[in-house]
């Protein structure tokens, strides 16, 4: 049974910091790329970060660049996000995935708030 579980969501205000984590189980994890992404009430999901388990390399959306990193921790299987210097603008549900080249799997989602 495949699944991905978020943690770490919650309240905080503008210029705060949140770290999301997610623990995956029931697939070979070191297999798949590894990302997170956000929904804001009214908007279609977005990319906020991704990270391979080759080499570890790193991409992000522009909007968190610089305020975010994502990081895994193979022995755990688990990715995390680390969140700095939050603005409103980040207010949304964030959902861990993973992905190869045939299979996506999703988590249920962590609420993040950010108050002004």
């Known amino acids: 049974q495949v699944q991905l579980v978020e943690s770490g969501g919650g309240l905080v205000q503008a210029g705060g910091s949140l770290t999301l984590a997610c623990t995956a189980s029931?697939?070979?994890?070191?297999?798949?790329?590894l990302g997170w992404f956000r929904q804001a009430p009214g908007k279609e999901r977005e990319f906020v970060a991704a990270?391979?388990?080759?080499?570890?390399?790193?991409v992000y959306t522009d909007s968190v660049k610089g305020r975010f990193t994502i990081s895994r921790d193979n022995a755990k299987n688990t990715v995390s996000l680390q969140m700095n210097s939050l603005k409103p603008e980040d207010t949304g549900v964030y959902y861990c995935?993973?992905?190869?080249?045939?299979?996506?799997?999703w988590g249920q989602g962590t609420q993040v708030t950010v108050s002004s």
């Open positions: 029931g697939f070979i994890f070191s297999n798949y790329g």
């Open positions: 995935n993973a992905q190869d080249s045939s299979r996506t799997y």
């Open positions: 990270i391979t388990w080759g080499r570890g390399d790193v």
